[in-house]
């Protein structure tokens, strides 16, 4: 089991004086979501968990050693996201053998396997797939990486159904298979929170969450019924988000279900709508 | 083979509820193996530990068992060990449920026991 460590690292937000730390840990066999808003700091810190980004303040650490600069350290940890490291105007194949070039434990063989499940054109120009397949093409690298930790930034760009349910069965295969760790930095919540088994919430470069999907799940809970009843039972809660139509009102809170209680439906909330109420720009738990 | 996210039950125990199903219509005969849990995880798009949990749930139950580096396969006379449970639980669902309705409207035994016979028969 490996680990992947941020300790006290510096998060600054938008150029202002606001400025935080963040420190989380990354253990393999886990699949992490890292949500959050556009603009919450996500592709930053998985810019400084891959050590693409130094640290202003902090460090990150692979299994107790720093990882900056670290030729054994970085080629367990895979960026994907949407910034193209690699020559775009290569064809696909000869893509596949100049990465190889640059990563040791990349598999060639993997990769032009799932090219093939992907249904792209090995012998085009990257330039001229469209967005959707440039972004299989570069999931097909990330699953070949060979890497413990593999951090996907948004990596569900213009993929269509099929392909996205292609990627979900090789990346659990993958998954499945070795002692590794996956990160997906998203804002599209509904589509990832089944695989997902441990969840970080960014909001404005802060860590608002850090928790288990399954801890969570059974701490959060929407409350619904009439309006009187609904306030005068949030009055004790933990409330993050609160809807009203007409005289019922809807809200979530944080905290063990409670038992049945007259007048008052208790309900699961999914974890879309967890991570919605939590980054609310009006509710949220910076406020609550 | 469904999963309901939005469901109150949580999903490892529909899972194990699935593979029950599966037992019970000989879909999964007994000494045969079961779909590992990457199989599993991959069907439903589920983290693989919460499909372990719902095995478990089953290897606890006498359902499954695991062979060392073979895999999971159904254990002998899990189909019965199945209709015990869901016997158990039809008590517990409908018979105790029926009797409480039953006293509710002030139906007597006797006259309760006439209208199951009057049910078998129609």
């Given at each position: ?65 720093p ?9 367990k ?142 701490n ?10 609904v ?58 | ?66 062979k ?40 007597s ?5 006439e209208m ?7």
């Amino acid at each position: 089991m490996s680990r992947l460590v941020l300790k006290e690292v510096q998060m600054e937000f938008e150029k202002s004086n606001l400025q935080n730390t963040i420190s989380a840990e990354f253990e393999t066999g886990h699949i992490y979501g890292l949500l959050g808003r556009n603009g919450a700091g996500k592709t930053t810190l998985l810019n400084l968990l891959s050590g693409r980004k130094y640290p202003s303040g902090g460090a990150v650490f692979l299994d107790e050693k720093p990882i900056w600069e670290n030729p054994t350290a970085l080629p367990k940890i895979y960026y994907c996201g949407n910034s193209k490291d690699f020559p775009t105007t290569m064809r696909v194949s000869l893509l596949i053998n100049w990465i190889a070039a640059m990563r040791p434990v990349f598999s060639s063989e993997k990769a032009t396997q799932l090219c093939e499940k992907f249904s792209l054109p090995q012998n085009v120009r990257f330039s001229s797939l469209s967005t959707g397949q440039k972004t299989a093409f570069q999931l097909a690298i990330a699953l070949s990486s060979g890497a413990e930790f593999i951090l996907f930034d948004e990596p569900f760009l213009g993929l269509d159904t099929n392909t996205r349910h292609l990627f979900y069965q090789e990346l659990l295969s993958v998954f499945s298979k070795g002692s590794i760790a996956c990160l997906f930095a998203t804002h599209w919540v509904e589509e990832i929170e089944s695989i997902l088994d441990e969840i970080l919430i960014l909001e404005k470069g802060k860590l608002i969450l850090n928790d288990s999907c399954e801890h969570l799940i059974q701490n959060s809970y929407q409350v619904s019924g009439p309006s009187q009843l609904v306030d005068r039972f949030c009055s004790e809660q933990k409330v993050l988000r609160i809807q009203t139509l007409g005289g019922l009102k809807t809200a979530i809170i944080l905290g063990p279900q409670p038992p049945a209680l007259e007048g008052l439906t208790f309900s699961k909330i999914s974890l879309s709508e967890l991570v919605l109420a939590l980054t609310d720009q009006e509710g949220g738990i910076s406020h609550a | 083979m469904e999963i309901h996210f939005e469901s109150e039950k949580p999903i490892y125990l529909q899972i194990a509820e699935q593979l029950e199903e599966a037992v019970l219509s000989g879909a999964f005969p007994e000494e045969t193996q079961i779909p590992s849990t990457t199989e599993i995880s991959i069907t439903f798009k589920i983290n693989p530990a919460t499909a372990l949990k719902g095995i478990n749930l089953l290897v606890d139950a006498d359902i499954i068992y695991k062979k060392r580096g073979l895999g999971m396969f159904v254990k002998a006379g899990a189909k019965n060990r199945i209709l015990e449970q869901h016997k158990q639980a039809f008590y517990q669902t409908y018979i105790v449920t029926l009797l409480s309705e039953a006293k509710a409207l002030k139906i007597s035994k006797a006259e309760l026991l006439e209208m199951i016979e009057r049910g078998y028969e129609s």
